[in-house]
């Protein structure tokens, strides 16, 4: 996974909103996705897997993260999906 530090962090963070921008979606983002940071590329990263326009793999090599993280950091997701319901992006 990607430390916080990270100097691609800003780039792929500037890559994957623009993408999110040419869907369309953007408008469902929360506040968290304006400014550059792990945590906020995280939430694009789960935003974007949930409308479709990622893949799994996608995200392992945006966050490098390898099989086993990726693997909880889904899995966390969908566990909050079920939890809180549709809109927690």
Same mark, same amino acid.
């Given at each position: 996974m990607l430390s916080q530090d990270h100097p691609d962090i800003a780039s792929r963070h500037?890559?994957?909103r623009a993408s999110i921008v040419a869907q369309g979606v953007e408008?469902? !983002?929360?506040?968290?996705?304006? =400014?550059?940071?792990? =945590?906020?590329? #995280?939430y694009l990263c789960k935003f974007a897997f949930f409308t479709g326009i990622l893949?799994?793999?996608? #995200?392992? =090599?945006? !966050?490098?993260?390898?099989?086993? =993280? !990726?693997?909880?950091?889904?899995r966390s997701w969908y566990d909050d999906h079920r939890r809180k319901g549709c809109g927690t992006c």
């Open positions: 500037r890559q994957l408008g469902w !983002l929360s506040d968290i996705a304006d =400014e550059p940071s792990r =945590e906020s590329l #995280i893949t799994k793999s996608q #995200i392992g =090599e945006l !966050l490098g993260a390898d099989r086993a =993280e !990726l693997k909880g950091l889904v």
